[in-house]
């Protein structure tokens, strides 16, 4: 089974930008596809973005759509969410997750808090 493990969350300005890393352990991920998503206290988990196993597609959620970018090093076993031009919505705790058939079916790690605020 992959264990998870997300980091790079910040507090950061209005426009700023910060890189998320999703380290894999255990289990390739190299065969499954992977997201990132988001959480505000006491709300469920919004598909932010989600990368095929290659990571030759990618797809977006429309709030994020031009601003963030999803990526992955299958040799690393990372999944990376470049944010930019972040706005105060898109604070939240992120998590990464594996993707099957379009659900996400490992189990929710910690995440990490993005807080975007003046």
């Known amino acids: 089974q992959v264990q998870l493990a997300e980091s790079g969350g910040a507090l950061v300005q209005p426009g700023g930008s910060l890189r998320l890393s999703c380290a894999a352990s255990?289990?390739?991920?190299?065969?499954?596809?992977m997201a990132w998503y988001r959480q505000v206290s006491e709300k469920v988990r919004d598909l932010v973005a989600s990368?095929?196993?290659?990571?030759?597609?990618?797809s977006y959620d429309d709030s994020v759509k031009g601003r963030f970018t999803i990526s992955r090093d299958n040799a690393k076993s990372t999944v990376y969410l470049q944010m930019n031009s972040l706005k105060p919505e898109d604070t939240a705790v992120y998590y990464c997750?594996?993707?099957?058939?379009?659900?996400?079916?490992?189990?929710w790690g910690q995440g990490t808090q993005v807080t975007v605020s003046s």
């Open positions: 997750n594996v993707l099957r058939r379009g659900i996400a079916v490992g189990s």
């Open positions: 255990g289990d390739s991920i190299s065969s499954y596809s």
């Open positions: 990368i095929s196993r290659q990571g030759t597609s990618t």
